[in-house]
């Protein structure tokens, strides 16, 4: 993978510059239908939800300074200050007969790992399912959800769904003005680089990678991204614990399956397959991150 080199329009997402940027063919290209960069708005994935009853075709890319409601997955929040990361959506529109959906976060993963070593110089791992981390620490997540297809269905082309993924990339979080339960958890791309990483250079980047691996889904390639994945995780080889449902999993994390679903090694239940959920990581001193 090669470095890009910043443009040195640092700081701030514009989208003028964004556009001379992006070297996509669909992402962030939606025909006849403009992006949209907010200053301020409440979620990113709850305006490409909008967008989607409005009619708005794949490939619409809404960015924000700011988010005030901004969500992580397991209803948690994502803290989004202003201008301190990147927060954006892409409303995707698969057809309904795909069965790989679940791949589509992972590949999402895949490419904001090889956009944030172009852009960033920065080795970041995968944690299953989609946590961006940094020795440890986590510098962004995707939060993938379809929108209730009640809306959708009245304004959508019926062979589609929508498919909504959002994106959290912290850029110069001030990590003092986290709640404490989170400053040890998390980094930001400018900290750990020691230098200014530029937005709209981020961004382009992940749009080209995230197109280059939806197609790879899209034609019938779903093993180069599992194989990507795998590359890039700090997940496999590891012992994890895990809750499914009401019970308690602990295991040596062996593989992802082809649906992306994490095989678990367990000492009491054999091989136990996570789809969803979240799980810890044991540290080398036997307590789990
Ligand atoms: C996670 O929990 O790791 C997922 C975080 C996803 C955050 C992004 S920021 C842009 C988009 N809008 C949201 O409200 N959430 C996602």
């Given amino acids: 993978m090669d470095k890009l080199s ?11 510059v964004l556009r001379s940027m992006l070297s996509t063919n669909r992402l962030g290209r939606a025909p ?7 200053d301020c708005i409440d979620s990113t994935n709850n305006r490409a939800a909008e967008l989607f009853t409005q009619g708005a075709p794949e490939g619409v890319l809404i960015l924000a300074r700011q988010q005030t409601a901004g969500r992580g997955r397991q ?13 954006m959506s892409f409303l995707l529109r698969p057809s309904k007969d795909r069965t790989d959906l679940p791949l589509h976060t992972l590949a999402c993963g895949v490419a904001c790992v090889k956009a944030i070593w172009e852009c960033a110089g920065l ?20 939060l993938a959800e379809i929108p209730s297809s009640q809306d959708g269905r009245a304004a959508g082309p019926t062979a589609s769904i929508p498919l909504v993924l959002g994106i959290g990339i912290n850029m110069q979080l ?15 791309l400018e900290n750990l680089a020691g230098q200014p990483v530029d937005p709209n250079l981020l961004v382009s980047s992940i749009s080209r990678h995230l197109e280059q691996t939806l197609d790879l889904l899209a034609s019938g390639h779903p093993a180069e991204v599992l ?50 959920g979240e799980i810890t990581i044991r540290n080398s001193d036997g307590t789990y991150a």
């Fill in 6 to 16: 910043n443009t040195g329009s640092f700081g701030r997402l514009d989208l003028p």
């Fill in 32 to 38: 006849a239908w403009d992006n949209e960069l907010w």
């Fill in 75 to 87: 209803g948690r929040t994502w803290i989004s200050p202003p201008d301190a990361g990147v927060y």
């Fill in 123 to 142: 080795e970041v791992g995968l944690k299953w399912v989609n946590d961006l981390v940094v020795s440890g620490k986590k510098v962004g997540g995707i």
């Fill in 174 to 188: 001030d990590l003092s003005e986290l709640p404490e339960e989170l400053k040890d958890r998390v980094d930001s």
């Fill in 227 to 276: 194989d990507a994945w795998r590359l890039h995780s700090v997940t496999l080889g590891k012992h994890v614990s895990a809750v499914s449902g009401t019970t308690e999993i602990e295991g040596l994390a062996v593989d992802i399956d082809q649906g992306g679903g994490l095989i678990i090694e367990t000492a009491t239940q054999g091989r136990v397959t996570l789809h969803a």
